[in-house]
């Protein structure tokens, strides 16, 4: 009796598993036709009438030209010690704040089945080796630019086995922690080496970032087709549309589109595609390889420091695609392991002992004076802001450089907020301090912040440029 019980179980179970392999079998191939019909409707959608929009161009973030030249403080003025004795000694941040351990699991590349139509190729994307095979359906015809072609061009792809190109390309972001900036220029940069054609590969594009699913659409203009997103924050020196009460940015390589009239697209977005584009740096972008050295020094208290920079420059080569965005983007970007490992690591040693006042002022010395000044209308001949490894990269920064940098070091060496203060032709910073600080400040959130201006040579904490002391500003947070 009890032999047949456990008969009876054993065939239940395969009964059950084979019920429940069919019950899987069938809900994947009714999610593949689900996929499949949303990609035939988008592709009908495509077939109906485009409109023209006119593009457009976001006002610079300066109203009037930087500075030539700045005001030095003559003498350097060395601050009593009984003063720096009113402001607590500075409680160094932890240079590894303890965190709860994620274990993740090791990223596998997805395994290709060995098949004729598959390809492989392969490049370099920032010093990182990058290896993909792609099935040879992913080709598509583009010997018309029009919106049925585009259409006919998604159709293909939609049909395409495309998934385990997708998936390849999810390995590559997740290995190399890329930011929604960098897989886009991955994607194109795969794209570019697919189809050696720059209309082709905005097609890709945008088809593997809809599918990613970002809120990104196809325009055309004469023999040109371009790519449109919606970007959660603004870009500057880039031509938007808008469509449906929504900016849609022109996205290129080098992150400089520039006035290009009108395009033809689409009212309709492709489901479930519906992700904003952001440039935030979250967690460092794994760029690193090709490290170089850089040493800066200057002067504070009568005595001289010599700080070993390190920065990659694969880094910095992706950084200088960068389009102009909004200032938060700089301000709160994960840094880089050279900044860390360097430039923050050798600062820390000197810090020990120091008050809060003393620490903030060696750390404004340093940012003031280990840096050349030059605008960057005279340095690129456009508006760039620069994150912390592009300053020490460059022969020269300006007052928002300077600032960014600065911030970077007193939030996270001492842990102190800082806020920027944007004025219409310069940019400061403020320092919130634990205790009453003399000198000039402003009220922000009811909370006091002490002006702390990197650009102003020699100043100290609480020192403002004589032009900016009673000039408006917005604070950058």
Known sequence: MKKIYIMSIAISTLLFSQTFQEYQQAQLSEFTQ??????????????????????????????????????????????????????????????????????????????ITIDKNIKKISFKFYGQDVVVDYHKSIDFDLSRIDNKSISNAWAKLGKSKSNQLIKQINYYIDKL???????????????????????????????VLSKLGYDIKVGYSSNSI????????????????????????????????????????????????IKKMS??????IKFNNNIKQKRLSFDF????????????????????????????????????????QSILTELRKYLKGKSELEAVNFLLRFTQKSFQYKTDGDQ??????????????????????????????????LGLKVVGLKFSDHLATAVKFNSYIDGHSIKYQGQRYIVSDPTYINANVGMTMPKYKNA?????Q
């Open 34 to 111: 689900y996929k499949k019909s949303i990609d035939d409707e988008f592709a009908s959608l495509l077939k109906k009438q485009w409109s023209a929009f006119k593009s457009f161009k976001q006002k610079p973030l300066y109203q009037k030209p930087k500075p030539k030249k700045l005001p030095v403080v003559k003498k350097e003025i060395i601050i009593p010690k009984q003063e720096i004795k009113k402001s607590p000694i500075v409680t160094l941040k932890p240079k590894d704040e303890k965190k709860p351990i994620v274990v993740k699991k090791p990223i596998d590349k997805p395994k």
């Open 177 to 207: 922690n890329l930011n929604d900036w960098a897989k886009y220029l991955l994607v194109y940069d795969l794209g570019e080496n697919i189809y050696h054609n720059k209309n082709k590969t905005n097609i890709f594009t945008w088809f």
């Open 226 to 273: 371009y790519l449109l997103c919606a970007i959660n924050h603004n870009l500057y020196q880039v031509s938007f549309f808008t469509i449906k009460n929504q900016k849609y940015y022109i996205l290129t390589p080098d992150g400089k589109a520039g006035n290009i009239g009108a395009v033809y697209t689409y009212n309709g977005n492709y489901p479930e595609a």
């Open 279 to 284: 440039f935030e740096i979250k967690q460092p």
């Open 301 to 340: 208290q009568g005595k001289h420091y010599i700080i070993n920079a390190q920065y990659s420059n694969d880094l910095v080569k992706f950084y200088s695609t960068f389009p102009q965005c909004d200032y938060k983007i700089y301000f709160h970007s994960k840094d880089s392991p050279q900044i860390s």
């Open 380 to 413: 690129f001949s456009y508006e760039k802001v620069m994150f912390p490894d592009e300053t020490v990269f460059y022969p020269y920064s300006d007052c928002e450089d300077r600032s960014i940098m600065f911030a970077t070091l007193v939030k996270n060496l």
């Open 472 to 476: 408006s500003f917005k604070v950058v």
